[in-house]
């Protein structure tokens, strides 16, 4: 069944790369999407605007630590339409010592201090996933940039995908932290994100008190290899998923 979804979710979405300005502007504008308009958890005069090559006013959510992150979009094959995207915020290369988002609006019981692990420290940030894309066949509302009729695209195998799209968003934080031989991961997560990802063998450690930051958030950590070395044993399907069948592992 686990397997069956899996393969479901990489036939109808693949990953992209935020690898220039006009992807990660996607990225932004997607974020506006869910963080303002969708979930108010971001305020829009904090935002940024512009007129679009369309001659349209657009909005995107874009924050002081873009500038050292890596970005990934996950796009529906069939309509073209970016569904999710996340973001990997890296070590500050001129201070290591930089704080993370999370390290300023949580208590943690033990931060990573030491040089040496931070160097190799990223925290997983701006999960965002279009409120037309959680939503199941029939449900979808009008949103900027999503067609009305959004449930159009998708096929009757498409529904048991929609609510899974977390484990794709996971799959492109793999590849950011190969990419960036990244080991330790701090994350800021609904508790029922984290619920769900430990159910297919993504387990985070809760490294301190639960934070009211956009509602209840947990803080926790990851470390590559144990976590991935749990994930092989739990759900192998999910750790082919995420790894690309092992091409990824950080060895």
């Known amino acids: 069944m686990t397997d069956d979804l899996l393969s ?18 996607h990225a932004y504008r997607l974020r506006y999407q869910v963080y303002v308009q969708e979930t108010g ?3 829009q005069d904090r935002c940024r605007s512009g007129i679009g090559e369309d001659g349209q006013a657009y909005f995107w959510e874009e924050d002081e630590f873009d500038g050292r992150s890596d970005h990934y979009l996950l796009r529906h094959r069939s309509s073209g339409l970016y ?3 996340a973001r990997l915020i890296l070590p500050y290369p001129q ?27 990223g925290e997983i940030s701006r999960f ?7 939503k199941r066949l029939g449900e979808a509302g ?3 940039g999503v067609a009305e009729d959004v449930e159009r695209y998708f096929e009757a195998d498409e529904r048991r995908v929609l609510p899974h799209l977390s484990l794709g968003l996971f799959a ?8 960036h031989d990244i080991r330790l991961c701090y994350a800021v997560m609904e508790p029922a994100l984290r619920r769900l990802l430990g159910r297919f063998g993504v387990l985070f450690e809760q490294i301190g008190p639960e934070a009211d930051y ?11 290899e144990p976590g991935l070395d749990h994930i092989k044993h739990a759900a192998r399907p999910v750790w082919d998923l995420i790894t690309d069948r092992g091409a990824l592992v950080v060895g």
């Open 95 to 121: 201070d290591v010592g930089a704080p993370f988002p999370i390290e300023q609006f949580c208590e943690l019981d033990d931060p990573v201090e030491s040089t040496e692990m931070r160097m190799q420290l």
């Open 128 to 134: 965002a996933v279009s409120k037309a894309f959680k």
């Open 8 to 25: 479901a979710l990489d036939r109808y979405f693949e990953l992209v790369h935020a690898s220039n300005a006009e992807l990660r502007m």
């Open 41 to 43: 958890f971001e305020r």
């Open 142 to 144: 009008s949103l900027v």
């Open 214 to 224: 956009h509602g209840k958030r947990v803080p926790c950590l990851i470390k590559s």
């Open 172 to 179: 492109a934080v793999m590849r950011m932290v190969h990419a």
């Open 83 to 85: 569904a999710a995207t």
